[in-house]
């Protein structure tokens, strides 16, 4: 059974950083494609941020383009997503979530096989 646990989430304010971890157990990290998407109440989930298998490919949502930077360990089995210049309006629950066919739309969160928990992030002004 795959397993995804999030931790780093936090308060933080504004302009400040911040750095997301994503630990997998249980299946293959490797060969998963890996995303980042977060929630905010009353929102639907949105995406953030992909990274290929290998981590050659990394994309990032318009809205923390420039801002957030997503990384891999294979051999730790832990996906990163490092956050700086952050705003309130990222204030969200952060999920990290593992595709284990690419091939998909990796903005749809439909396109992911295994989801963590969540961890929070509150930017204040």
């Known amino acids: 059974q795959v397993q995804v646990v999030e931790s780093g989430g936090g308060s933080v304010e504004a302009g400040g950083s911040r750095r997301l971890s994503c630990v997998v157990s249980?299946?293959?990290?490797?060969?998963?494609?890996m995303g980042w998407f977060r929630q905010s109440p009353g929102e639907e989930r949105k995406w953030v941020s992909r990274?290929?298998?290998?981590?050659?490919?990394?994309y990032y949502a318009d809205s923390v383009k420039g801002r957030f930077t997503v990384s891999r360990d294979n051999a730790k089995n832990t996906l990163y997503l490092e956050m700086s210049a952050l705003k309130p309006e990222d204030t969200a629950v952060y999920y990290c979530?593992?595709?284990?066919?690419?091939?998909?739309?990796?903005?749809?969160?439909?396109?992911?096989?295994?989801w963590g928990q969540g961890t929070q992030v509150t930017v204040s002004s």
């Open positions: 990274i290929t298998r290998s981590g050659g490919g990394t």
């Open positions: 249980g299946g293959a990290f490797s060969t998963y494609a």
């Open positions: 979530a593992c595709d284990a066919s690419p091939g998909g739309v990796y903005a749809d969160a439909g396109t992911y096989d295994y």
